[in-house]
């Protein structure tokens, strides 16, 4: 990608950031350099630096996302307030095993440790977190331990086949490699966030451990 198309992706970056209502009222500055994205600046909570990476990853050309945005939340949040605010929400959730799931905050850092039956619960119970006010950052550390194990060859099957009903995933060539509930993705996409999406369908089956070695572009460059 020459000088010309990493000024035109960053510009196509930044305007698609400035139209977000989560985001067009702070400052993220984004510069490309042979496709690769650099977005830096300030947002006042984790979900929106999220929202940052995923628009930039949805942007056409965009091979990498490299995330600089530091998370400034408001003051007046203590981390026994973040603890208790995401202990509760865990609580309120049917899909969540909130027992067996211990939340520490340091500094408005949320670590989750603990075990979950799936990969899926794993997610969600991250995705949970981010939601409480105050958070700077999810260290997601929860060990997946399926209650039943599904044969590996079973597992692939349902994978693929569900890989291949997805929208804007059906022409794409994606391969999928389960050996112990121990998932590989491999083979070839045309955009970053399709490769994303992959990774999100593929964490839905009781998979303990996901490896995403699914390239990005028609030259292979990841």
């Known amino acids: 990608m020459n000088a010309g198309n990493d000024i035109q992706l960053a510009l196509l970056i930044r305007n698609s950031l400035m139209k977000d209502e989560r985001l067009s009222a702070h400052s993220i500055e984004v510069a490309v350099v042979n496709g690769a994205a650099t ?3 300030s947002v006042p909570s984790y979900r929106r630096k999220l929202a940052a990476i995923h628009i930039a990853e949805s942007i056409r050309g965009c091979l990498d996302v490299v995330d600089k945005i530091i998370v400034e939340p408001p003051g007046g949040v203590s981390d026994e307030e973040i603890a208790e605010n995401t202990r509760s929400a865990l609580e309120t959730s049917a899909d969540i095993t909130k027992e067996a799931i211990t939340v520490l905050v340091k500094d408005g850092v949320v670590t989750l440790q603990g075990t979950v039956s799936s990969q899926w619960e794993s997610v969600l119970a991250e995705d949970i977190t981010l939601n409480s006010r105050g958070v700077r950052k999810v260290r997601n550390l ?18 693929m086949d569900t890989l291949s009903h997805t929208a804007n995933l059906e022409n794409q060539e994606v391969r999928v490699a389960v050996t112990g509930n121990k998932a590989v993705l491999s083979g070839r996409v045309s955009e970053l966030w399709q490769k994303k999406r992959a990774d999100e369908v593929t964490k839905r089956f009781p998979v303990v451990l996901l490896r995403n070695e699914i390239a990005v572009g028609q030259d292979g460059k990841q």
């Open 39 to 41: 977005l830096t600046g």
């Open 142 to 159: 929860l060990l997946v331990e399926p209650a039943c194990k599904a044969e590996d060859v079973e597992l692939t099957r349902s994978i």
